[in-house]
């Protein structure tokens, strides 16, 4: 069993910036495959950004490019995702994920791709 425990969130304005943080307690993320969702009330959850270790490799939504950043410290214990030109529509509780790595450089993209999830970080960016 992984537990993920994210941390990070909180209240910016728009244009700022935040980053998230994503731990196992030391456990190392290297066969996982590890995502950033995010769920605003009223909608689905949304995969943001993931990363697989191979290369790496990186996946970001159209709605973050540019302004998100996933990365992993290097003994890949902690996963980050860094926020930048925040805006209100970023507001959402942000889920850290990881699945289980089977092929090597192969993303997943939806929320049943993966097996463990923390507990969620709120991030709101007020206008």
């Known amino acids: 069993q992984v537990q993920l425990v994210e941390s990070g969130g909180g209240l910016v304005q728009a244009g700022g910036s935040l980053r998230l943080s994503c731990g196992a307690s030391?456990?190392?993320?290297?066969?996982?495959?590890m995502g950033w969702f995010r769920q605003a009330p009223g909608k689905d959850r949304e995969l943001v950004a993931a990363i697989t270790w191979s290369g790496p490799t990186t996946y970001y939504a159209d709605s973050v490019k540019g302004r998100f950043t996933i990365s992993g410290d290097n003994p890949k214990t902690t996963v980050f995702l860094q926020m930048n030109s925040l805006k209100p529509e970023d507001t959402a509780v942000y889920y850290c994920a990881a699945g289980r790595s089977y092929y090597s450089g192969v993303l997943y993209h939806t929320a049943p791709e993966y097996d463990y999830w923390g507990q969620g970080t709120q991030v709101t960016v007020s206008s």
């Open positions: 030391g456990r190392t993320f290297s066969a996982y495959v």
